[in-house]
């Protein structure tokens, strides 16, 4: 994929317009579960092609009365019934930052603005914080939130889903292929409005990543439990 960091009219096919400011941010995540924009992102520097290998590895764990954890599926209570609506299954993660935002509506009447992508569609009955008022309330909100009262209503799930990278980079679109380039992607005139477009300004302003998974499989880690309730009792006799 191809990505323009500059101000553009018209955004041609297959390319993206985004501020390159502090670097691209891209975000490698399992689309079952809620995204959160600030967690695991990798920035992408412009004048360098960026490669990402990606290994999935599946972790299931034993619910009660092995663990403590949950199954996303079933588990009951009001921050899952929230992730339902929105089509994400239930995680820890994704629970604490609901129960953070339901405290910041109870003390604030409106939600913490970083969450805005998700929280302009979710169902609870609030605003966004946007007076300065709002988000000074949010400010002193956090400084005396416990995340302890949130943990206790979110458990860990017993399923979980990581991602392994390992990443790669190299100059791009580089010397030897700028002409290439502009031969093979007439569309980046689109970017330039007319004006020259010479090496510095691609390096600049362009940045290619290709991401792919390392298998077609995935890594599959499960517990087996060493002695089932029939065989406990067995043994008590």
Known sequence: IGIFSGSVQNNPKNFFSISSQ??????IANQSYMPFLYDELVKVKTGTATYFKIKKIVNKRLSKPYSDCVESE???SIYNDELKKLGYLYDQRS???LCYQKYIIENCSCYDYDYKHVFDIL???SKQCKT???IECTENAYSKFDSNECYKYCPLECLTVSYELQTWFEDFPGKSNFRLYLSKIPTLEQFYNGTNINLDSLNDNLAYILIWMDDLSYTFISDTPTMTIISLMANIG
């Open 74 to 76: 079933t588990f009951e």
């Open 95 to 97: 629970c604490v930052k």
């Open 22 to 27: 502090w670097g691209i941010p891209i975000q």
């Open 123 to 125: 169902l609870f009955d």
């Open 132 to 134: 300065i008022d709002e």
